[in-house]
């Protein structure tokens, strides 16, 4: 190729990278235009974090001094000059999302994790961020999560898709105060309890359970409702259709559905082996025939609560809360491998709302906002007095409506969730869609087995030989 032929080419690579810059330009901004405001804003943020970093962090100490010069400047002339060190600053890669920004930062030498949480309060100062949190996802990277916005603070809504989920027991929460969300594998779970001031969203939290487990045949609801008469009154009004069984207030009758699946539970635990061939049911996973059963206790304490007095109809009221007790506490404790999970709610922050030895033995707490320090103890134990940040009490303030506070026994400390609002037509349209699913997971194991082949112990005969 001539030399003319290679000036020849120089207007056209010109255009090229001019067309490449007006490419990402329109790119960006058709972008910023089709964002919402809330996302816009972090944009801008996002673009004056890049812009602002090689000033920044050397002032945050987030930079490394190279002192070993370089191949290429020992053979540079100095004039005999000293040879400058060099300042590294870790590559920080931007993005955005509504509530802020996430930052993806390189680690260099001196220069780590730590370093980076130690500095977090002043790049929060820095970047505008009502608060910043260091991960480290792979060595060598770091990353920066910074909320120009409490995201506990915006309320948030989730509509049902009505689809079955292809993750089993797995509760999709909401979002924890990085905007990042949160879920929970409730596999081997046998208990959650919820806690908190009426009116800050147990029950639309519970509401959000159902809506989006409801499409799964694998999963069968039972509710006692400690609010309401009958099961054409109160929140679960609409959700019955999907229920196989539905109590009030009446002790009795909560009586009889707890013994009911303490039943289920025994008559289970004697089919396991013939009709799963496992003795734990999560071993093989729930399945229509063999359905998850929730059992939801709202407003927990008209079930449990001490009842004084020496007349016979009150003893009667404390026998049969005992035993309620004793009931569910049979299935907390021995449940989990039957596929049994009970959810417990209450607003009453004492001791007897749920007895402590239930609360105990429920891996997974969570509250809403409470009054007092010793009410948050009494809903989420002793633990919560270590970590004052995420203590209930501080979620009063009527815009933490949704808002609660969890702990989880597989990790320490709590987190807060932002829960979103699931709403009363929308549950209700789903449970009229999957009402054909409710079956009585009783009724369901007694016709397997009527059919299943009876067992020879001495031949080992039967379905789990087979399988085996
Ligand atoms: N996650 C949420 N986000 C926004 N508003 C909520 C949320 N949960 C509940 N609410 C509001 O609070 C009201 C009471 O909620 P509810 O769940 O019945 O409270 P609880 O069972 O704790 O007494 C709801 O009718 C709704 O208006
Ligand atoms: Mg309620």
Same mark, same amino acid.
């Given at each position: 190729?001539?030399?003319?032929?290679?000036?020849?080419?120089?207007?056209?690579?010109?255009?090229?990278?001019?067309?490449?810059f007006?490419?990402?330009?329109?790119?960006?901004?058709?972008?910023?235009?089709? =964002?919402?405001?809330?996302?816009? #804003?972090?944009?801008?943020?996002?673009?004056?974090?890049?812009?602002?970093?090689?000033? #920044? =962090?050397?002032?945050?100490?987030?930079?490394?001094?190279?002192?070993?010069? @370089?191949?290429?400047?020992?053979?540079?002339?100095?004039?005999?000059?000293?040879?400058?060190?060099?300042?590294?600053?870790?590559?920080?890669?931007?993005?955005?999302?509504?509530?802020?920004?996430?930052?993806?930062?390189?680690?260099?030498?001196?220069?780590?994790?730590? $370093?980076?949480?130690?500095?977090?309060?002043?790049?929060?100062?820095?970047?505008?961020?009502?608060?910043?949190?260091? @991960?480290?996802?792979?060595?060598?990277?770091?990353?920066?999560?910074?909320?120009?916005?409490d995201?506990?603070?915006?309320?948030?809504?989730?509509?049902?898709?009505?689809?079955?989920?292809?993750?089993?027991?797995?509760?999709?929460?909401?979002?924890?105060?990085?905007?990042?969300?949160?879920?929970?594998?409730?596999?081997?779970v046998?208990?959650?309890?919820?806690?908190?001031?009426?009116?800050?969203?147990?029950?639309s939290?519970?509401?959000?359970?159902?809506?989006?487990?409801?499409?799964?045949?694998?999963?069968?609801?039972?509710?006692?409702?400690?609010?309401?008469?009958t099961?054409?009154?109160?929140?679960?009004?609409?959700?019955?259709?999907?229920m196989?069984?539905?109590?009030?207030?009446? #002790?009795?009758?909560?009586?009889?559905?707890?013994?009911?699946?303490?039943?289920?539970?025994?008559?289970?635990?004697?089919?396991?082996?013939?009709? #799963?061939?496992?003795?734990?049911?999560?071993?093989?996973?729930?399945?229509? =025939?063999?359905?998850?059963?929730?059992?939801?206790?709202?407003?927990?304490?008209?079930?449990?609560?001490?009842?004084?007095?020496?007349?016979?109809?009150?003893?009667?009221?404390?026998?049969?809360?005992? $035993?309620?007790?004793?009931?569910?506490?049979?299935?907390?404790?021995?449940?989990?491998?039957?596929?049994?999970?009970?959810?417990?709610?209450?607003?009453?922050?004492?001791?007897?709302a749920?007895?402590?030895?239930?609360?105990?033995?429920?891996?997974?707490?969570?509250?809403?906002?409470?009054? @007092?320090?010793?009410?948050?103890v009494?809903?989420?134990?002793?633990?919560?007095?270590?970590?004052?940040?995420?203590?209930?009490?501080n979620?009063?303030?009527?815009?933490?409506?949704?808002?609660a506070?969890?702990?989880?026994?597989?990790?320490?400390?709590?987190?807060r969730?932002?829960?979103?609002?699931?709403?009363?037509?929308?549950?209700?349209?789903?449970?009229?869609?999957?009402?054909?699913? =409710?079956?009585?997971?009783? $009724?369901?194991?007694?016709?397997?087995?009527?059919?299943?082949?009876?067992?020879?112990?001495?031949?080992?005969?039967?379905?789990?030989?087979?399988?085996?």
């Amino acid at each position: 190729m001539s030399v003319q032929e290679v000036y020849g080419l120089a207007p056209l690579a010109a255009v090229a990278v001019a067309a490449v810059f007006v490419g990402w330009a329109v790119w960006w901004i058709v972008r910023y235009l089709l =964002a919402d405001s809330m996302t816009r #804003l972090s944009i801008r943020q996002a673009v004056r974090v890049r812009r602002g970093w090689k000033r #920044l =962090a050397p002032m945050l100490k987030l930079a490394a001094t190279d002192k070993t010069p @370089t191949a290429l400047a020992l053979l540079s002339n100095t004039d005999g000059k000293p040879i400058k060190p060099r300042v590294l600053v870790p590559a920080l890669k931007v993005n955005h999302d509504a509530y802020g920004v996430i930052a993806r930062a390189t680690c260099l030498p001196g220069v780590g994790l730590e $370093e980076f949480q130690k500095a977090a309060p002043h790049l929060a100062n820095a970047w505008r961020c009502t608060r910043v949190a260091v @991960t480290q996802d792979k060595p060598g990277q770091v990353v920066i999560r910074g909320v120009r916005l409490d995201p506990l603070k915006f309320k948030t809504e989730h509509s049902p898709t009505g689809l079955e989920s292809d993750k089993v027991a797995w509760w999709d929460l909401g979002l924890d105060e990085y905007a990042q969300p949160v879920s929970v594998d409730l596999t081997q779970v046998p208990g959650v309890t919820v806690a908190g001031l009426p009116g800050f969203g147990k029950t639309s939290l519970i509401n959000r359970l159902i809506s989006d487990w409801a499409p799964s045949p694998a999963v069968q609801f039972a509710c006692a409702d400690g609010k309401v008469s009958t099961a054409r009154e109160g929140d679960y009004a609409h959700l019955v259709k999907r229920m196989f069984a539905f109590v009030g207030d009446d #002790l009795e009758e909560a009586n009889a559905l707890f013994r009911r699946l303490v039943e289920l539970r025994r008559s289970r635990v004697s089919a396991a082996e013939r009709i #799963l061939g496992v003795q734990s049911m999560w071993e093989v996973g729930p399945s229509p =025939a063999w359905p998850l059963v929730v059992l939801i206790i709202d407003e927990a304490h008209t079930y449990f609560r001490d009842h004084k007095g020496s007349d016979p109809k009150t003893k009667k009221l404390a026998a049969l809360a005992a $035993e309620n007790a004793r009931l569910v506490e049979d299935l907390v404790k021995k449940g989990r491998s039957m596929g049994i999970l009970v959810i417990l709610a209450t607003q009453k922050s004492t001791g007897d709302a749920i007895p402590t030895f239930i609360r105990d033995v429920c891996p997974v707490g969570l509250s809403f906002a409470q009054k @007092t320090a010793e009410a948050a103890v009494a809903a989420l134990g002793e633990d919560i007095r270590e970590w004052p940040d995420a203590n209930p009490i501080n979620l009063q303030d009527r815009s933490y409506v949704g808002v609660a506070s969890m702990n989880h026994q597989s990790q320490p400390g709590f987190i807060r969730i932002r829960t979103p609002f699931v709403s009363g037509t929308d549950s209700a349209a789903i449970a009229q869609q999957t009402a054909h699913l =409710a079956q009585d997971p009783g $009724e369901l194991l007694a016709s397997q087995v009527g059919d299943a082949a009876p067992i020879d112990l001495a031949k080992g005969t039967g379905p789990t030989a087979e399988a085996a």
